[in-house]
């Protein structure tokens, strides 16, 4: 293991654990309230954040998603394409994650931050340095798009514990 690997299986943790305390003991229809008809349901951002995750990391990782190759597409059942991780998706889409339980959101986002780890276990210090897109300036390393994963993943998991938050409010 190297110091990256060890800071970036830590970070991973911290969101792994944010997410069981956010949808801990919510049901169904609470996970799938949304603040106004526009705003993200706290069910919707824990699957949108385990999508990136696992679309991204399975990318660096050659490896097949979580999402298809452990069938969690199927469990889920979504009106999305199998590939879809959240991006650009409409209010309507995001009410799609209505009745979505905690154990399937969680029981997901483990599946996957298991995989992550797992790669991140085979990485060695020079690995991190190396690109994987050019298209852009400068292009990205492998470091740097895990790190822009942790990022994206730790606003989501911070949003959803917000409309935690406003749920219990008195």
Known sequence: ???????L???F??????????????????????????????AWLVWHLTRV?????????????????QDWVSRFGLPF???ATGYGHSPKNVAALGGVSA???????????????????TLRDADYERVIDETWSPPVTLGVRLVSVVSDDLQ????????RGWLERP
């Not at 069981?20 to 799938?32: F, I, R, T």
């Not at 959101?105 to 991140?120: E, F, I, M, N, W």
């Not at 989501?156 to 409309?163: L, R």
């Open 103 to 121: 154990e399937l959101l969680t029981g997901y986002h483990d599946a996957v931050h298991d995989s992550t780890v797992g790669y991140l276990g």
């Open 156 to 163: 989501h998991v911070g949003q959803a514990a917000f409309v």
């Open 81 to 83: 394409s199998r590939g």
């Open 1 to 7: 293991m190297t110091a990256s690997g060890d800071l």
């Open 13 to 42: 943790g911290r969101i792994r654990e944010t997410v069981h305390e956010v949808v801990d003991g919510l049901s169904p229809d609470e996970l799938a309230v949304r603040i106004d008809h526009g705003a993200n349901s706290v």
């Open 9 to 11: 299986i830590d970070a």
């Open 53 to 69: 995750q696992d679309d991204h990391v399975s990318d660096l990782a050659g490896t097949e998603q979580a999402w298809t190759g």
